[in-house]
């Protein structure tokens, strides 16, 4: 009997464990915004919780916050002094305003039907060729089409197109690319001579590059159909593509990371996020019966367990981005072409924590730096062997240097991806010409015969 009450202790000691374990891996891994979310919710279902938002949340590092003594700990946490104040003037750092929700493109079009159209036929036919505008703003069927759809005359159809065609934004209701660029060249009174030859008659040619070719059949230089592909290119080929009607997506850093007399400092981002304390009601657990009162130490208990959870949290992100920042200072200091070679395994292995907890940290997660907000995880970047020499380089390293070759590069002659790899030799940098290429392509360069000017 002893035996079966020990082995019962013993299993809900681990379940315990387990599921603390489990929450604090949990909490770990969210970002700020997902962490509020999380607060607000637990707050919601947990009667021993009171929030509040503040400046300041009570450092981690206080013993109080580890303790066991339920008492102890619910005295401390519904202290008044502890508390943080809030006040809704207060700017949140990294945070902007809201802007307003965004109209969908269908929305948008509709709004200028009911102002352009009074006859409730061709309104009907309008609303029906909006009702028929994909999101990129193209027209997805043709006038015949549309004409038995709404029982009409393709003439009257057309007519109603020309003035959907009219609308905001510029292209809209096009039924293919040469129609959207006419019609935004015809809108800014630039369809006349090449651009309209580019425009009407060249624009595979242009996808190829093939300048030469365009500027023979035209009977012209080639420096003239570049310059007349350069305001072809300045036209937008997806003019619906700017609608939507989702709500701005908004990052919430949860670390600032700021140079202090000289010397980076580390600052978690806690006004997003809201401070947890114990209820006073919950305080004189004494006065209750026996029922209510295991009720409230079973709601004390899991209370415990989600703030030691967060400060566990915090801890262990300032931990991380110390460590990150004391390694990475060159890069703070002097911009992306310093970034240093550093794996989760390293910082990992300085601060004492496991691999898997070093990621958790990071997943998700933003740092406001003098130059701006940069996903944490982007401080650790894969490594490329240096030739000759056991030293590594990162690929953000020869990613700066291709940059830096194309920018520099004679536009009339430029740089061929092998070139480029003789170039990247010469800094040491051995890689091949399928590597140049993945780099250049994710860098948003396009190939040396799409480069070339003319």
């Given amino acids: 009997m002893q035996a079966e009450q020990s082995l019962n202790m013993n299993l809900s000691q681990h379940l315990a464990m387990t599921m603390k374990l489990q929450q604090a891996i949990r909490i770990l891994q969210l970002s700020a915004q997902e962490l509020r979310a999380e607060i607000e919710k637990e707050y919601l279902e947990n009667p021993a919780l009171e929030m509040d938002y503040g400046d300041a949340a009570p450092e981690p590092s206080n013993p109080l916050l580890q303790a066991e003594n339920i008492s102890r700990l619910s005295e401390y946490l519904g202290d008044e002094e502890n508390r943080g104040s809030y006040s809704p003037e207060e700017r949140e750092p990294g945070r902007e305003k809201a802007a307003p929700v965004n109209l969908t493109l269908e929305e948008e079009l509709l709004e200028q039907v009911n102002f352009t159209f009074s006859d409730l036929q061709q309104r009907a036919i309008a609303v029906f060729l909006v009702g028929s505008v994909d999101s990129r703003g193209y027209l997805t069927l043709s006038i015949e089409e549309a004409a038995r759809a709404v029982q009409s005359s393709v003439e009257e159809v057309s007519a109603v197109l020309r003035r959907v065609q009219a609308f905001e934004p510029a292209g809209v209701a096009a039924r293919d690319l040469s129609e959207c660029l006419r019609l935004q060249a015809e809108r800014q009174g630039i369809y006349e001579g090449l651009v309209a030859a580019v425009i009407d008659r060249h624009l595979d040619d242009v996808a190829e590059s093939r300048i030469r070719e365009i500027a023979a059949q035209e009977h012209c230089r080639p420096q003239d159909v570049q310059l007349a592909v350069d305001i072809v290119r300045q036209l937008d080929p997806k003019p619906g593509s700017s609608y939507g009607g989702d709500d701005p997506a908004y990052i919430t850093p949860d670390v600032l990371i700021q140079k202090i007399d000289g010397e980076y400092q580390v600052i978690l981002n806690d006004n997003y996020v809201p401070h947890l304390h114990i209820s006073s009601v919950y305080r004189k657990a004494e006065s209750f019966d026996a029922e209510t009162r295991k009720y409230i ?42 970034l240093r070679p550093l794996t989760m395994k390293e910082v990992a292995d300085e601060i004492g924590v496991h691999e898997s907890t070093v990621s958790r940290a990071v997943a998700n997660k933003y740092a406001e730096l003098p130059r701006g907000v940069m996903p944490l995880r982007k401080f650790f970047t894969a490594n490329l062997a240096k030739a000759g020499s056991g030293e590594d380089f990162i690929a953000g390293q020869a990613k700066a240097a291709i940059r830096e070759l194309i920018e520099k590069e004679d536009p009339h002659k430029p740089l061929s991806d092998q070139k480029l790899c003789t170039l990247l030799k010469e800094r040491r940098m051995e890689l091949s010409r399928r590597t140049v290429m993945k780099y250049r392509e994710q860098l948003g360069y396009p190939s040396s015969v799409k480069r070339k000017r003319y």
């Fill in 297 to 338: 130490t079973q709601r004390l208990n899991a209370a415990s367990w989600l703030i030691n959870s967060i400060e566990q949290r915090r801890t262990t992100i300032r931990r991380v981005v110390t460590e990150i920042v004391r390694v990475q200072r060159d890069f703070l200091d002097k911009g992306p072409d310093f």
